[in-house]
């Protein structure tokens, strides 16, 4: 198959932003892989008493997350060394920005996070980056004005998330203009006339989720409807812009991003939102919101564009049986749709590592952390058994049926490797860190002996954390704590207070 080259047509507007884009040209390193038995002793160990098949579900993670690690080809125009998605030979946007949330926690064995970087180098001088990009040659699979080309637009959420995880200003600075530049091409390329966005089932990463009238291919048409879940990550994106700008001392940069937030969210909640049903839908070029509820719609938590008085009836449809609260949490179409899946149906109902993820960031940017814990749970409880019984974890998972996979693609690591790893550490567990304000927030729910070692702080620096087992959890946690000086705030049933 034919790829597009980066830059071989002479028909672009030059977008000012990717003039400093460093990654363009850079030389690739050329350096050694890590090998998984040499490095494993620098990663985060998770204790969780009574819980031995969840610890050995996320070492095997592990495993195959060092064994995916790749080299650039020569002339690809990769820059760096990188973790492959374990799918087809290619890098993808969505696939690897969610595989970056999880794997940040290894980044004392190798740095994950520059495999971002790879985009960035192959990024047109318009700001466009195509959504998957071949490890061999380094081409687009897509032309740019394809519909199915290019998104989603998270690679800047996964780089704030990063520096609240590290405190790494200096990354921060490098990869700011190259994502100023792709969201500028993204506002200039992908919105209808009012400033709403647009995608397509292979563009949103939802593939054959049923959100189109009939007529239009679900997975390569836009069918001139406006996206629900575009717009709030559009929202998202330039909310992490302001963000990064204002650490940067850039902030004078982001009046459009502002503006574009107002406007977004205005049309959001007077266009997209319907009050009978509570929830958040696509609306077709006829005007009709098109009644398909999906995880689509909770980008909004994580975008923080739901307003306080619609939160909880918005929410309430997770913890309804007939939607979304199933065997397996969080389905990606509601159960009460016609068109769902009992057994998955890849985007018709299966269970995504990187869809619950994103709910799970979005209850905790509520502040609805309790639910967090339970999804969370029951997800690493399904990821696990599942685990017990193939020896492996999967591309996704059937919503009624506890601990079956859905999809026949194994040692999916991959973006799996969140539930283990990530969904494991900071809703289970309960340890969430912000280490750019040198603190940590743990939500203490379990009464096993629990707690992590190991846990990366700033400058290779670590810190280990234990809560002794309690006999419920109206009893104060005894917690130890262990290793660099970072500030520990304990939340639970009873209270809170700081170690």
Not at 186 to 205: A, Q, V
Request: overall charge negative.
């Amino acid at each position: 198959m034919r790829t597009y080259q980066v830059n071989e047509s002479s028909f672009y507007i030059d977008e000012p932003y990717v003039k400093n884009n460093t990654f363009i040209g850079k030389n690739a390193e050329n350096e050694d892989l890590p090998e998984y038995e040499k490095i494993k002793n620098l990663l985060p160990v998770p204790i969780m008493d009574g819980y031995e098949s969840t610890l050995d579900c996320y070492n095997k993670v592990w495993k195959l997350a060092f064994a995916n690690l790749k080299k650039p080809f020569e002339n690809s125009g990769f820059v760096t060394n990188f973790i492959d998605a374990a799918f087809n030979g290619a890098i993808f946007m969505w696939d690897t920005s969610f595989i970056l949330m999880f794997a940040k926690y290894g980044r004392r064995a190798f740095d994950f996070q520059k495999t971002l970087d790879n985009f960035y180098a192959k990024q047109h001088r318009d700001g466009f980056i195509c959504r998957e990009i071949r490890e061999s040659d380094g081409g687009d699979y897509f032309a740019r004005h394809d519909p199915i080309s290019t998104g989603p637009d998270i690679m800047g959420w996964c780089e704030w998330d990063y520096y609240i995880s590290t405190g790494d200003e200096k990354r921060l600075a490098s990869v700011f203009d190259p994502l100023m530049a792709y969201h500028k091409w993204y506002m200039e390329n992908r919105t209808w006339r009012d400033g709403s966005y647009w995608s397509s089932g292979w563009g949103c990463g939802m593939d054959n989720t049923p959100r189109l009238m009939k007529g239009y291919d679900v997975s390569f048409s836009h069918g001139h409807q406006v996206w629900i879940d575009t717009c709030f990550q559009q929202v998202l994106s330039a909310k992490c812009l302001i963000k990064m700008a204002k650490v940067l001392k850039r902030s004078d940069e982001t009046e459009f991003l502002k503006n574009e937030i107002k406007n977004l969210e205005n049309i959001i909640n007077t266009e997209l939102w319907d009050e009978k049903t509570a929830f958040y839908y696509d609306k077709w070029r006829d005007g009709r919101l098109n009644g398909v509820m999906s995880v689509a719609s909770y980008w909004g938590l994580i975008s923080g564009s739901v307003p306080g008085e619609r939160l909880d009836r918005f929410v309430s449809h997770l913890e309804n049986e007939n939607e979304f609260n199933r065997t397996h949490r969080v389905p990606s179409l509601s159960a009460s749709d016609e068109n769902f899946v009992p057994t998955g149906g890849y985007w018709c109902g299966a269970v995504w590592a990187p869809a619950t993820y994103m709910i799970l960031k979005g209850l905790e940017n509520c502040k609805k952390t309790r639910l967090a814990h339970e999804i969370g749970l029951n997800h690493v409880e399904n990821v696990v058994k599942c685990f017990e019984e193939t020896g492996t974890v999967w591309e996704n998972y059937a919503p009624d049926i506890f601990g079956k996979n859905s999809s026949a693609r194994g040692d999916f690591v991959g973006w799996t490797g969140l539930a283990p790893v990530a969904v494991l550490i900071e809703y289970v567990l309960g340890i969430k860190g912000n280490i750019s304000e040198n603190k940590i927030v743990w939500d203490v729910n379990l009464t096993c002996r629990h707690g992590i070692e190991n846990y990366p702080l700033k400058n290779g620096e670590t810190v280990s954390l234990i809560c002794e087992a309690r006999k419920s959890e109206d009893e104060k946690p005894v917690i130890c704590k262990i290793g660099a000086d970072v500030d520990v705030y304990i939340n639970w049933k009873k209270g809170n207070f700081k170690i």
